[in-house]
């Protein structure tokens, strides 16, 4: 990467980011696409199935559709916040897909260009300091609206981000521990090509702890109290319409791309796959090796949808308590447990049977303190599917 | 100029503009959001230097929790629009004037010693170490710096528990 001629790191460079870029709003489409087809699957209906093959142009009716529509600012919004804040969303959104590393690497002409747009030193530390701006757009969006609802929204998002932020960042811990680097390449690497080598299952409750904190990071359900319909019409988005809320809209989907993007190259392999990502010639293997990471952020992705259209959205008290009282131990004993068991055996095998039991103990013992904390009955609403019992049920 | 130094004068402005604002603003929200501004300069300015690793801490403690904390607050309070009468009270008035004095006393200084080159030269030996990867910067966390490192941590952990206390016995009053 660094013996590469100016003129052809410039080009490939920008190559890249091109590439990468109409590959996120692509995908962003096919998201769309993809979760109203598999939404109306599982719910036993059709989905739009009109526009273009199998509804496959949906899409882009509905971004004409928003491009159309009248561009309206209500009267009563803080005006430079109110158009500030949808890019605030898209833009963290659009720039972390930079330092993931989507494939190894390509020869050109002689010239080999690695797979990632910005191969820095600090990658993970850069994707979270990004994951954290993320809260600003919802934030802002919700106050200059002007609406109670849309504060409300913008509370509850960003108490949830702030909360959920500590375990996505004390999750990806051990994983650094024993790669001992906070490159995502170097990360890729060393796990190795088989999925028994892959971190999420030496690391399995971090993956766990993980995985549902970049759920609630992207405000899905069941983690979208930000915009629970029943409760605060549309949360912090309230107040918008055409293409501004499409940007709030886009700006979700992107989040669940990266965030998968994300996920798999910390804990699922990254372009790794028994092997498959060698065969070929110097060209064809990076085209191999991006398919296979592309395949696996897919899956991933569909892990989404199928979540979203299978769990009930929790209560915000239940919010608060899972996220501080079972992900923050979860991930917290991780951390220890990885450090003791790898400095002592240095083997990996040890450390991931080492912290499933600990993760299982952990979660056991906050259950029971829990169910026995848990109110009496009488004061606690008894017909209501969620109490505390039930959330421990779903852990 | 080179484009370390082109660089250098658009992330310096930008955080003195941002600094600025921070005070110029009417509007709490405004004067948070320049505030963060300032800091996503500062930590270009940090990435300028080679420390790679204070620049994104810069960006994670500061603009990604501090600053959403304090707009988490102004929002809830919904603080209004401060008018510039309450906002420096007439006893401050003094204070101010003294500090600022003293404010424009050191920038002379400074600017006199950069006129002069001597305060570069003295500061250069400093600015040359070269610890300043994530590696290195644990590395002495861990060995030579272990006992501040520990000492800070309890003192937040001490904040911590105290808020934790001071939250935990209103409450229970109020039940």
Same mark, same amino acid.
């Given at each position: 990467?660094?013996?590469?001629?100016?003129?052809?790191?410039?080009?490939?460079?920008?190559?890249?980011?091109?590439?990468?870029?109409?590959?996120?709003?692509?995908?962003?489409?096919?998201?769309?696409?993809?979760?109203?087809?598999?939404?109306?699957?599982?719910?036993?209906?059709?989905?739009?199935?009109?526009?273009?093959?199998?509804?496959?142009?949906?899409?882009?009716?509905?971004?004409?559709?928003?491009?159309?529509?009248?561009?309206?600012?209500? !009267?009563?919004? !803080?005006?430079?916040?109110?158009?500030?804040?949808?890019?605030?969303?898209?833009?963290?959104?659009?720039?972390?897909?930079?330092?993931?590393?989507?494939?190894?690497?390509?020869?050109?002409?002689?010239?080999?260009?690695?797979?990632?747009?910005?191969?820095?030193?600090?990658?993970?530390?850069?994707?979270?300091?990004?994951?954290?701006?993320?809260?600003?757009?919802?934030?802002?969006?919700? &106050?200059?609206?002007?609406?109670?609802?849309?504060?409300?929204?913008?509370?509850?998002?960003?108490?949830?981000?702030?909360?959920?932020?500590? /375990?996505?960042?004390?999750?990806?811990?051990?994983?650094?521990?024993?790669?001992?680097?906070?490159?995502?390449?170097?990360?890729?690497?060393?796990?190795? =090509?088989?999925?028994?080598?892959?971190?999420?299952?030496?690391?399995?409750?971090?993956?766990?702890?993980?995985?549902?904190?970049?759920?609630?990071?992207?405000?899905?359900?069941?983690? !979208?109290?930000?915009?629970?319909?029943?409760?605060?019409?549309?949360?912090?988005? /309230?107040?918008?319409?055409?293409?501004? #809320?499409?940007?709030? #809209?886009?700006?979700?989907?992107?989040?669940?791309?990266?965030?998968? =993007?994300?996920?798999?190259?910390?804990?699922?392999?990254?372009?790794? #796959?028994?092997?498959?990502?060698?065969?070929?010639?110097?060209?064809?293997?990076?085209?191999?090796?991006?398919?296979?990471?592309?395949?696996?952020?897919?899956?991933?992705?569909?892990?989404?949808?199928?979540?979203? &259209?299978?769990?009930?959205?929790?209560?915000?008290?239940?919010?608060?308590?899972?996220?501080?009282? #079972?992900?923050?131990?979860?991930?917290?004993?991780?951390?220890?447990? /990885?450090?003791?068991?790898?400095?002592?055996?240095?083997?990996?095998?040890?450390?991931?049977?080492?912290?499933?039991? =600990?993760?299982?103990?952990?979660?056991?013992?906050?259950?029971?303190?829990?169910?026995?904390?848990?109110?009496?009955?009488?004061?606690? !609403?008894?017909?209501?599917?969620?109490?505390? /019992?039930?959330?421990?049920?779903?852990? | 100029?080179?484009?370390?130094?082109?660089?250098?004068? $658009?992330?310096?402005?930008?955080?003195?503009?941002?600094?600025?604002? @921070?005070?110029?603003?009417?509007?709490?929200?405004?004067?948070?959001?320049?505030? @963060?501004?300032?800091?996503?300069?500062?930590?270009?300015?940090?990435?300028?230097?080679?420390?790679?690793? @204070?620049?994104?801490?810069? @960006?994670?403690?500061?603009?990604?929790?501090?600053?959403?904390?304090?707009?988490?607050?102004?929002? $809830?309070?919904?603080?209004?629009?401060?008018?510039?009468?309450?906002?420096?009270?007439?006893?401050?008035?003094?204070?101010?004037?003294?500090?600022?004095?003293? $404010?424009?006393?050191?920038?002379?200084?400074?600017?006199?010693?950069?006129?002069?080159?001597?305060?570069?030269?003295?500061?250069?030996?400093?600015?040359?170490?070269?610890?300043?990867?994530?590696?290195?910067?644990?590395?002495?966390?861990?060995?030579?710096?272990?006992?501040?490192?520990?000492?800070?941590?309890?003192?937040?952990?001490?904040?911590?528990?105290?808020?934790?206390?001071?939250?935990?016995?209103?409450?229970?009053?109020?039940?």
């Amino acid at each position: 990467m660094e013996n590469l001629p100016f003129s052809v790191l410039i080009i490939s460079s920008i190559v890249k980011i091109l590439f990468i870029a109409h590959l996120l709003i692509i995908g962003v489409m096919a998201m769309i696409w993809a979760e109203r087809r598999v939404s109306g699957w599982m719910q036993d209906r059709l989905g739009p199935n009109r526009v273009g093959f199998q509804g496959i142009l949906q899409p882009i009716a509905d971004g004409i559709k928003f491009l159309f529509k009248e561009d309206l600012i209500p !009267d009563h919004v !803080d005006k430079p916040l109110y158009v500030l804040a949808p890019a605030m969303v898209l833009i963290p959104a659009l720039v972390t897909i930079a330092v993931v590393p989507f494939g190894s690497s390509i020869t050109v002409l002689g010239h080999e260009i690695s797979l990632q747009v910005a191969d820095i030193n600090i990658g993970i530390l850069y994707i979270l300091a990004i994951t954290s701006l993320g809260v600003y757009g919802v934030v802002l969006g919700a &106050w200059a609206s002007n609406n109670k609802y849309s504060l409300l929204g913008g509370l509850r998002s960003s108490a949830q981000m702030i909360s959920y932020e500590l /375990t996505l960042g004390l999750a990806i811990i051990g994983v650094l521990m024993l790669t001992s680097s906070l490159h995502l390449r170097a990360i890729a690497e060393a796990q190795g =090509a088989y999925p028994w080598h892959w971190n999420f299952l030496i690391h399995f409750p971090a993956f766990l702890a993980f995985t549902t904190a970049m759920f609630a990071e992207t405000n899905r359900l069941p983690f !979208d109290l930000a915009e629970a319909e029943q409760e605060l019409v549309a949360g912090y988005h /309230t107040e918008y319409s055409s293409m501004k #809320f499409a940007m709030f #809209f886009m700006a979700e989907y992107m989040h669940m791309i990266v965030g998968s =993007a994300v996920t798999v190259t910390l804990f699922l392999g990254g372009w790794h #796959f028994f092997g498959l990502e060698n065969i070929g010639g110097p060209v064809w293997s990076g085209v191999i090796s991006f398919g296979i990471f592309f395949a696996k952020t897919a899956i991933f992705l569909f892990v989404f949808i199928w979540v979203r &259209w299978t769990l009930p959205r929790f209560r915000y008290d239940q919010l608060m308590n899972f996220g501080w009282k #079972f992900l923050l131990p979860v991930t917290l004993t991780s951390i220890v447990v /990885t450090g003791t068991l790898w400095i002592i055996t240095g083997s990996r095998l040890v450390v991931g049977i080492g912290n499933a039991v =600990a993760g299982f103990i952990v979660v056991s013992i906050v259950a029971g303190l829990l169910v026995m904390d848990a109110p009496k009955p009488a004061m606690q !609403d008894s017909d209501n599917p969620l109490t505390p /019992t039930a959330l421990n049920a779903i852990e | 100029m080179n484009a370390e130094q082109i660089l250098f004068i $658009l992330f310096g402005a930008v955080s003195l503009i941002g600094a600025v604002a @921070v005070i110029s603003f009417r509007h709490p929200i405004y004067s948070a959001l320049s505030l @963060v501004v300032t800091f996503f300069a500062q930590a270009g300015l940090f990435l300028l230097l080679g420390a790679h690793f @204070v620049a994104a801490v810069q @960006v994670i403690v500061y603009a990604g929790a501090i600053m959403v904390l304090f707009l988490f607050v102004i929002m $809830l309070l919904n603080l209004g629009t401060l008018s510039v009468k309450g906002a420096i009270g007439g006893k401050l008035k003094g204070f101010a004037i003294i500090l600022g004095i003293l $404010l424009a006393i050191e920038g002379i200084y400074i600017a006199t010693n950069v006129l002069n080159n001597t305060a570069i030269a003295a500061a250069q030996p400093a600015t040359a170490a070269p610890n300043t990867t994530t590696y290195d910067i644990g590395e002495l966390l861990f060995s030579k710096y272990l006992l501040p490192f520990e000492v800070t941590s309890l003192i937040l952990l001490a904040a911590l528990i105290g808020v934790i206390v001071l939250v935990k016995r209103s409450s229970n009053d109020s039940i």
